[in-house]
Every structure is written in C-alpha cells, then in structure tokens.
Nanobody, 127 residues
Framework: QVQLVESGGGLVQPGGSLRLSCAASGSFSDYAAIGWFRQAPGKEREGVSCIKAYDDTTYYEDSVKGRFTISKDNAQTTVYLQIENLKPEDTAVYYC????????????????????WGQGTQVTVSS
C-alpha cells in the first residue's frame, strides 16, 4: 500500500514562507508525476504545481508562479513545495498526489489522474 504523508503546514503571517514536504513510502521513481493540490474553505480542490518524476519538468498554476517552487530530493522519496510571500488567499489544506504511468502533461492538473493521495496539511495565512 503506497502512502504519502504531507507535513510542514502551519499558521504563518502574510509575507512569510513555508516548506511543505510529501514523503512517500517508496521511491517516487516508480511514478510518472507528483502533484500538489490545495482546497480552500468552501472551494473546490485545485492543482497548484506538479513535477514529472523522470525529467523534473515542473508546472505551476498562474497565481502561484514566482512564489511556489516544487522540487524533489535526490533519493526521490520526498517532494517539496517551497512557498514564499504567503498571502491570505493561500490558506487551504494542501495535498500531494502521485500518478503511476505516463500521461499528457496538460492532464496533470486533473486530480482524477492521480492514483495516490496524502491526508493533507493545513496552511493558514493570517496576521
């Protein structure tokens, strides 16, 4: 059973930063892509960033470009989401997800294409 565990969330003031981690029970080399999604109160879950496992190609949702950075460690067991200049609208539960099998890059924004999900970590941005 594959397990993904997110950590690193918390309460941060506007302008602050956080690094979220997504740890896998195995190696991310077994997957095609890892994505970060978020769900704000009263809103649908949305994709914010993803990374392709075999070539490290990264993608970002327009509203987070320049502030979010996705990366993975050399051992390919942890994927990170570095978040800078946090804004109140970044408040959400952040989830990581992993997909087995190659797929068109433009489909990586769809949560239905991911096979495994973590339990989420809460990020709250407030003064």
């Amino acid at each position: 059973q594959v397990q993904l565990v997110e950590s690193g969330g918390g309460l941060v003031q506007p302008g602050g930063s956080l690094r979220l981690s997504c740890a896998a029970s195995g190696s991310f080399s077994d997957y095609a892509a890892i994505g970060w999604f978020r769900q704000a109160p009263g809103k649908e879950r949305e994709g914010v960033s993803c990374i392709k496992a075999y070539d490290d190609t990264t993608y970002y949702e327009d509203s987070v470009k320049g502030r979010f950075t996705i990366s993975k460690d050399n051992a390919q067991t942890t994927v990170y989401l570095q978040i800078e200049n946090l804004k109140p609208e970044d408040t959400a539960v952040y989830y990581c997800a992993a997909r087995r099998g190659a797929i068109l890059d433009r489909l990586l924004w769809l949560e239905d294409v991911y096979n495994y999900w973590g339990q989420g970590t809460q990020v709250t941005v407030s003064s």
